[in-house]
T-cell receptor, first 116, second 110 residues
Framework: NAGVMQNPRHLVRRRGQEARLRCSPMKGHSHVYWYRQLPEEGLKFMVYLQKENIIDESGMPKERFSAEFPKEGPSILRIQQVVRGDSAAYFC??????????????FGPGTRLTVL | QQQVKQSPQSLIVQKGGISIINCAYENTAFDYFPWYQQFPGKGPALLIAIRPDVSEKKEGRFTISFNKSAKQFSLHIMDSQPGDSATYFCAATNDYKLSFGAGTTVTVRA
């Protein structure tokens, strides 16, 4: 039973390019959560999605960032016109239902984005 | 603003020693306090967790101590082993959003 899959594991982009990060949740999971980890900091919540719905995007930067979780295929976090400050590790987690506080979130291995 | 503050940033302990990591929070609405362990190149994995109505929880060599009145909690790693070398994050939540501390890198010397 594969865990949460993320690809690519490492992504290098030049300033101004687009970055697309993919997250395939665990089998049977239809809820996805994206977090960002800046250097020397803890993970910070970005967005919560169900299939075809954005439930909570309160942690998403207002510009250049978007996320989707289509009916078929992985969830995608898209960063347009990347800047050096976007360099970070991006993690997704998944769950079979909306989490309560005591439910376990299962994290993927992350995508490390480097912006040159 | 950071809702969970964690210290120290890093620590080195000899094999067999005790590692202690401290966290403090502000939001009294938090009702669950998990700890995550992260190895290089991997995602965080749940290690142990506690609810605020419990003052201590022990699982193997890992113990959480919780002080609700002080809004503080800590992780103790007893009999530290080289395989425990990792980054440890405390977190707090009252729904699906985890608020993480900044992390503590633990190095266990053989």
């Amino acid at each position: 039973n594969a865990g949460v899959m993320q690809n690519p594991r490492h992504l290098v982009r030049r300033r101004g390019q687009e970055a697309r990060l993919r997250c395939s949740p665990m089998k049977g999971h239809s809820h996805v959560y994206w977090y960002r980890q800046l250097p020397e900091e803890g993970l910070k919540f970005m967005v919560y999605l169900q299939k075809e719905n954005i439930i909570d995007e309160s942690g998403m930067p207002k510009e250049r960032f978007s996320a989707e979780f289509p009916k078929e295929g992985p969830s995608i976090l898209r960063i347009q016109q990347v800047v050096r400050g976007d360099s970070a590790a991006y993690f997704c987690a998944s769950s079979p239902r909306q989490l309560s506080s005591t439910d376990t979130q299962y994290f993927g291995p992350g995508t490390r984005l480097t912006v040159l | 603003q950071q809702q969970v503050k964690q210290s120290p940033q890093s620590l080195i302990v000899q094999k067999g020693g005790i590692s202690i990591i401290n966290c403090a929070y502000e939001n009294t609405a938090f009702d669950y306090f998990p700890w995550y362990q992260q190895f290089p190149g991997k995602g965080p994995a749940l290690l142990i967790a506690i609810r605020p109505d419990v003052s201590e929880k022990k699982e193997g060599r890992f113990t959480i101590s919780f002080n609700k009145s002080a809004k503080q909690f800590s992780l103790h790693i007893m009999d530290s082993q080289p395989g425990d070398s990792a980054t440890y994050f405390c977190a707090a939540t009252n729904d699906y959003k985890l608020s993480f501390g900044a992390g503590t890198t633990v190095t266990v010397r053989a």
